[in-house]
């Protein structure tokens, strides 16, 4: 089985891109910068978002490494890396987003509890393995089983790294079982990324990939599957990535009365321009992504220059000139959409983003509506302010 490092052993760590943005070196939490992030639509791997509760696990020996499935199952099993690519092999291209992406603009409104994620951490890549759907057939579940005939409801992920947060044990999340064994759900027993094996930071030598919901439940370095009769217990479930309206702070918070957070809301944000940018008055290009979770497209994004009071209507950028068309027969319904837009610059201006999602969900338009204890899920309207850099040069004259 796979060798386990204590949870204070950072020696080891793989080697990062150097042009990352470090939000917290130990344990690793790093995010691209903005423009590099909307370079291409599938996002490279060394500028793919880390996002890590301890050290990153090393598997010694891959012949010997083992992810069993077992709990309310009649036939419990332990499968290796050669067992699970025997399945038939799926390509996904997903988004994956971190829940607290956009916290340190919410924590400017109120004092947040997190790592201070700017705009970039998620990133859209194609996720090569098995489906979930196939391996749990292996243990006697149907298709589209919602309950096991031992009661089972869950799928259970347990990681084989280790994190304060569980006390020093391993990561855990879960999904229900009606998920899990949906082939429309495309949730993935992943081994490469991008046309590659899965890397240290990612997760090798497998793990959960779960489209459309916050990545925490999207399990690295996965050790065990468990059918379970309730939802995961463990730390990340029952007491981290849950929304809590603005009344809820560290002295009235009762975790119980909130469910774990899954599908992420419609999200834009703008990653041509820094939050305060010089920019030549005349027309610039705003670019940025657009993606909501549950697979559900993204209908239109809305820029506006004047805070609000006018519109237009932004561009597809990874398809030129082609308008916003939410059609899953065309598109990747688990992965974002990168936008462009040119307009015209007044001068100083406020720039604003707002996308709908293909269900007619909006962005909200202020983050003190939406603030939350924990940081998460600020997908209120992206805002940037730019100002006339011949002005301000004429001013230092």
């Not at 793919?48 to 010694?60: M, T």
């Amino acid at each position: 089985m796979p060798s386990l490092r204590g949870p204070s052993d950072y020696f080891q760590e793989p080697p990062r891109h150097p042009a990352l943005r470090i939000n917290s070196k130990e344990p690793f939490n790093a995010e691209p910068p903005r423009a590099a992030l909307i370079s291409s639509y599938v996002t490279p791997v060394d500028f793919f978002y880390k996002r890590n509760h301890g050290p990153i696990p090393i598997v010694d020996d891959i012949e010997r490494y083992r992810v069993s499935i077992d709990g309310l199952v009649k036939k419990p099993i332990h499968l290796s890396m050669s067992d699970i690519r025997k399945l038939p092999k799926y390509n996904v291209t997903a988004t994956l987003q971190c829940a607290g992406n956009r916290r340190t603009a919410m924590s400017k409104t109120r004092t947040v509890k997190g790592v201070g994620w700017d705009v970039a951490a998620l990133g859209n890549a194609i996720w090569g393995g098995a489906k979930l759907s196939d391996v749990l057939e292996l243990v006697g579940i149907s298709q589209l089983t919602t309950v096991t005939p031992l009661g089972g409801k869950h799928v259970e992920f347990i990681s084989v790294d280790k994190c304060k947060e569980e006390n020093g044990g391993p990561y855990k999340a879960s999904i229900p079982l009606g998920q899990a064994t949906n082939p429309e759900a495309d949730v993935l027993l992943a081994y490469e990324m991008n046309g590659e094996v899965l890397n240290r930071d990612h997760g090798y030598p497998l793990r959960v990939v779960v489209p459309g919901v916050i990545g925490a439940r999207s399990v690295k370095w996965l050790d065990r599957i468990n059918i379970i009769q309730e939802e995961c217990q463990g730390f990340f479930m029952q007491k981290d990535y849950k929304m809590f309206p603005p009344s809820v702070n560290w002295d009235n918070i009762n975790w119980s009365t909130r469910r774990p957070q899954m599908d992420f809301p419609v999200q834009c944000a703008i990653c041509s321009l820094d939050d305060v940018d010089y920019v030549k008055q005349g027309k610039i290009t705003v670019a940025g992504y657009a993606v909501s979770g549950g697979g559900r497209g993204i209908e239109r994004v809305d820029i506006s220059v004047d805070g609000g009071k006018t519109w237009v209507e932004a561009q597809r950028h990874q398809k030129g000139s082609d308008p916003y068309v939410s059609d899953d027969m065309n598109s990747d319904k688990w992965a974002w959409v990168l936008f462009k837009a040119v307009v015209e610059i007044p001068g100083n201006a406020e720039v604003i983003a707002k996308a709908v999602d293909s269900a007619a969900n909006v962005q909200p338009e202020n983050v003190v509506d939406i603030w939350n204890l924990r940081g998460i899920l600020n997908t209120s309207w992206h805002r940037v302010r730019v100002r006339n850099a011949l002005q301000i040069a004429n001013s230092n004259l």
